[in-house]
């Protein structure tokens, strides 16, 4: 992924917040909440954030389940998680 734009920055965070969770899904609200504290610069609508979870989903970066109640929830992917650390490291 390349650092230098804004979808780039907003798909790390996402990966970043789901790699937090260390394996366990993450409720999307709770997802959006958070996105919304590390994000202050960015405003992410309900869609745009979907797009990226989708985009994320695609790539084989993240993935969902959607329980019986209750809102979606993502999981960081062992790939995902080695996307995220690659970048990580990489700016150190």
């Known amino acids: 992924m390349d650092p230098q734009t804004t979808e780039t ?5 996402i990966l970043e917040v789901l790699d937090q969770f260390r394996g366990m899904p993450c409720r999307e609200d709770s997802l959006a909440d958070q996105l919304e504290m590390m994000l202050a610069a960015v405003r992410l609508t309900r869609e745009q954030l979907a797009a990226q979870l989708e985009d994320l989903r695609k790539a084989g970066f993240i993935e969902y389940e959607i329980p019986k109640l209750g809102p979606t929830q993502w999981r960081i992917t062992p790939q995902g998680k080695a996307e995220y650390h690659r970048y990580r490291y990489d700016q150190t």
């Open 9 to 13: 920055f907003v798909r790390i965070r």
